[in-house]
């Protein structure tokens, strides 16, 4: 599976953005998959996953109520809406699918779980 996100950019406190990752080469439809980000001088965290229906969703207390995960099977592809954008929220942000089909009750948050990687956004926040 090869992932392709896309969306990132310069915003203000208060603004929304939303990401896109693309997949091709194998459907991801029976992989959960998600977002992490990592901001400059720290480690890569997870932010939000979604298991492979779309069923469950699973959120980072810091980004809960503001960011919401979606998929959409059919066209490959799944998004992070992030509104009320911090500067905090300032990082590369990077989809990522599970290494393996799982329960659609399994929403995987550990990166050691997911097998494949997209390249990165950057997302800044900033007045």
């Known amino acids: 599976v090869q992932l392709q996100a896309s969306g990132g950019g310069s915003v203000q406190p208060g603004e929304s953005l939303r990401l896109s990752c693309v997949a091709s080469?194998?459907?991801?439809?029976?992989?959960?998959t998600g977002w992490f980000r990592q901001a400059p001088g720290k480690e890569r965290e997870f932010v939000a996953g979604i298991s492979w229906s779309g069923m469950r969703t699973y959120y980072a207390d810091s980004v809960k109520g503001r960011f919401t995960i979606s998929r959409d099977n059919g066209k490959n592809t799944v998004y992070l809406q992030m509104n009320s954008l911090k500067p905090e929220d300032t990082a590369v942000y990077y989809c990522?699918?599970?290494?393996?089909?799982?329960?659609?009750?399994?929403?995987?948050?550990?990166?050691?779980?997911?097998?494949?990687w997209g390249q990165g956004t950057l997302v800044t926040v900033s007045s």
């Open positions: 080469g194998r459907s991801f439809s029976d992989l959960s």
């Open positions: 990522a699918a599970d290494r393996e089909p799982r329960p659609d009750y399994v929403v995987v948050n550990t990166s050691d779980k997911y097998g494949y």
